[in-house]
């Protein structure tokens, strides 16, 4: 693709302007090439340095790497995406420059030939689109918003750049059929705490009104007694950033999995599925231990905004709701989205925050100031 539009947003000194093209499995060593440069050796995800996981990637049909070439022969940057048709959900990854061309490429041509055309080529296919940004990056928040990625929710710490903890804010982009068409029509029902979350939302999509509830929590004592008992872990090597930790009884089909990156203390991309509120409770404390053991700095989940009793079950222990995501999750039994909020912790001060005013707006309608102590408590019965 070459880039031979024009913007009104010109910059007064002519910069750079590359030709975009997909990479081809034999250019693979290129990508690592970018990201030790541009990061100095310290980018945390060590697949996207690794030239064997990259080529993987490039194979992969759902993962794509654009390179930004120049006239020179040279590769200035890339940016890389990844698709999932069945639940219609893409994200954009790894976007890089090398350091000698990040003053005098045209990056805001690049982002928008980029991102339009990944919108293009998967229009109707794809009704959601979503990112992490910096938040000691402003020049990046800026672009996102150009190209219709706005701020959905904050995660304090998640990231380690240049061997210092950063914050990252998650912007969204939706397809109107994903908030509408294939939108879920019942009301969600969310606790009180997470109501901040939810009016940065519904005013930035208009959306229906939530139910709020404050469930008590009541748990048997007996069934917990037996199921600390069933309780089995596993840790497998899953990439060359993560360990696949996962959670489980005997003779059950529940589990809680999560992604944990030992070399910044990060545990993400958590999947659980439990048959009662005694299972959910045994493996919340289960990860409250792994956390302790592993010293681990943040921990992020997704839980489902139709389940307030699960949100106030990690609410209670310390987990705070950073963001509500509206048409997150797409149910291929009902083929329609759901809303989900995003609930994380966090260790450390946050620091070296630069936002652009969108994103202020999501930080101060968020409370960022709330309490991060739980007042509630569970109450015990016996059957």
């Known amino acids: 693709m070459n880039l031979d539009f024009k913007l009104r947003i010109n910059s007064r000194i002519p910069k750079l302007v590359p030709i975009l093209q997909i990479a081809k499995p034999e250019e693979a060593h290129v990508i690592p090439e970018i990201f030790n440069d541009a990061y100095k050796g310290t980018y945390p995800y060590k697949e996207f340095a690794d030239v064997q996981e990259v080529r993987e990637m490039i194979n992969d049909p759902c993962f794509h790497w654009i390179l930004f070439k120049l006239d020179s022969g040279d590769v200035a940057g890339c940016y890389g995406f990844d698709i999932n048709l069945e639940e219609k959900i893409g994200t954009f990854h790894g976007f890089a420059l090398k350091r000698k061309y990040q003053k005098n490429v045209d990056t805001l041509k690049i982002i928008i030939g980029c991102t339009f055309a990944v919108y293009s080529l998967y229009q109707d296919e794809i009704l959601v689109w979503s990112c992490e940004v910096r938040t000691a990056h402003s020049i990046t928040q800026y672009m996102g918003s150009i190209v219709g990625l706005n701020p959905i929710a904050f995660f304090p710490n998640k990231d380690r750049f240049f061997n210092r903890n950063e ?211 569970y109450i015990l019965t016996k059957n």
């Open 167 to 377: 914050s990252t804010i998650m912007i969204i982009n939706h397809d109107k059929k994903a908030l509408q068409k294939h939108h879920r029509k019942d009301n969600p029902y969310i606790i009180p705490k997470a109501s901040y979350c939810y009016l940065y939302s519904r005013l930035k999509y208009d959306l229906a009104d939530v139910k709020y509830k404050n469930p008590i929590v009541e748990l048997d004592s007996k069934k917990l007694e037996y199921l600390s008992k069933k309780i089995k872990i596993e840790i497998n090597k899953y990439k060359l950033s993560y360990e696949k930790v996962t959670f489980y009884f005997e003779n059950s089909d529940s589990f809680f999995e999560f992604l944990f990156a030992p070399n910044i203390s990060l545990c993400e991309k958590t999947q659980y599925k439990v048959d009662c509120l005694e299972e959910l409770y045994i493996f919340i404390q289960e990860i409250k231990k792994f956390i302790k053991v592993h010293s681990v700095r943040y921990y992020e989940l997704f839980i489902s905004a139709y389940n307030p009793t699960q949100q106030k079950m990690f609410y209670n222990e310390g987990f705070m709701p950073r963001g509500y995501v509206p048409s997150w999750k797409y149910n291929k039994e009902t083929g329609l989205f759901e809303d989900f909020i995003v609930f994380n912790f966090f260790e450390g001060k946050v620091e070296n925050v630069k936002i652009i005013p969108q994103c202020e707006a999501l930080l101060n309608t968020l409370d960022f100031t709330m309490d991060l102590e739980s007042k509630s408590k």
